[in-house]
């Protein structure tokens, strides 16, 4: 009843106005819209037909601050996005974004008398939408509720966070389970805390509405969060594709200036080992900020032994944490060549044909350069104990560096 209610609304208004109009939600969805009136751009038209705004258009409306409005005001066209000037109304309702009213307006030619006509009409949309949100509002809370309760531990009887999850129907029993997490790159420029949540939560129900399997999302803290069942154990190529695709919707809604960086848990059986795949996670998440290599995505089945280095407290993670002997040689190899060797060196176990080989360089070289290795650090190669430490710390400066 409610969505007819708001659908002869906005048919009502755009009839009026001799305009387009669309209503959408506060992370830009398309919820209603009225037909057309000659005026669709190539926006509109993907809206309606695919029920998908897109990311860039996403973007371009919430980087006009609207979710800050309290009055109409324009959003600018953008002809890369085949998108027409629009006139933009934020709906509230005792002080809460409700949605927003926007309506084509190529020219900006809206009289006074028409943009109170908008006003007017969205006060009665208002109305009808802020009922509709409360139940919404305690269906996310309950389903955040459930998934903070799975994946942090806080209950003893993870059973009842279980039912609830399957009691909205967001998430069923499967196989395996899997958590991915994203989050902004601290180097990235600031975002505002209410838009990066606001981009969090436009990707992470956008991943939950794509992805076969069983999906609940949250954003808990500075991270969005998808809890997901498998009745096939996922490839870890499909979750980094996952992964990727959930950084790249953040952005896409950010703008290139915020930079997102995501982690992905191990494959556990079962919604009881949701906790383990998070801290998986958490783990995988730090390793993407803090390893250049990883390019800001990290899965937990490739983390090796930066997994252990990687759970040392943040104020133990300092230059002073990397061994003497590996301090000494970085300082006597300003170009890395000789660390480079010595990390290709101990990821194959030492083998000295296999090392020639990967670097693509004679033995001769290779043995050249083992030998000023063991010089600087003063370290035989030959001896396991300094072959661990020097690994360790390899992992260690990757992290620290």
Request: include cysteine; charge should be negative; hydrophobic fraction near 40%.
């Amino acid at each position: 009843m409610a969505e007819r209610q708001v659908q002869n609304l906005v048919d009502t208004l755009a009839e009026r106005l001799g305009r387009s109009v669309v209503l959408d939600d506060t992370e830009v969805n398309l919820l209603v819209a009225s037909r057309h009136y000659g005026d669709a751009d190539e926006q509109r038209v993907r809206a309606v037909l695919q029920r998908d705004v897109g990311g860039a258009a996403i973007g371009h409306i919430l980087g006009q601050d609207v979710a800050h409005w309290t009055s109409p005001g324009v959003v600018p066209a953008r002809e890369d996005l085949g998108m027409k000037s629009r006139l933009c109304h934020p709906i509230r309702r005792q002080g809460r974004l409700l949605g927003l009213l926007l309506v084509i307006d190529e020219d900006q030619s809206m009289t006074p008398q028409e943009i109170e006509e908008v006003v007017r009409t969205g006060e009665d949309i208002g109305a009808i939408l802020y009922g509709e949100q409360l139940s919404q509002d305690e269906h996310r809370r309950d389903q955040e509720a459930a998934v903070v309760e799975l994946l942090t531990g806080d209950t003893a009887r993870p059973e009842t966070a279980v039912r609830t999850l399957d009691r909205l129907g967001v998430l069923r029993h499967g196989a395996h389970v899997t958590v991915t997490a994203v989050t902004l790159d601290d180097r990235a420029v600031a975002v505002e805390t209410t838009v990066a949540e606001l981009a969090l939560r436009v990707a992470t129900a956008g991943a939950s509405r794509s992805r076969p399997a069983y999906t609940a999302s949250a954003v808990l803290s500075t991270r969005g969060v998808l809890l997901q069942t498998w009745e096939n154990n996922p490839t870890w190529e499909r979750l980094r594709e996952q992964a990727t695709e959930l950084r790249d919707a953040v952005g896409s809604v950010l703008g290139h200036s915020a930079c997102a960086i995501a982690g992905v848990g191990g494959v556990h059986a079962g919604l009881h080992e949701a906790h383990r795949a998070y801290d998986e996670a958490l783990v995988a998440l730090r390793a993407a900020q803090r390893v250049a290599r990883l390019d800001g995505l990290a899965l937990a089945d490739e983390l090796g032994a930066l997994d252990l280095v990687l759970r040392l407290p943040e104020t133990e993670l300092t230059p002073a944490r990397v061994p003497e002997p590996l301090r000494r040689l970085r300082c006597q190899d300003p170009h890395g060549q000789l660390l480079e060797t010595l990390r290709c060196f101990l990821d194959l176990a030492g083998s000295r044909p296999a090392t020639a080989e990967a670097l693509h360089i004679h033995r001769t070289t290779l043995y050249y350069r083992l030998d000023r290795i063991e010089q600087i650090t003063g370290l035989s190669l030959d001896d396991g104990s300094n072959r661990l430490l020097l690994h360790l710390g390899v992992h260690v400066l990757e992290v620290v560096g």
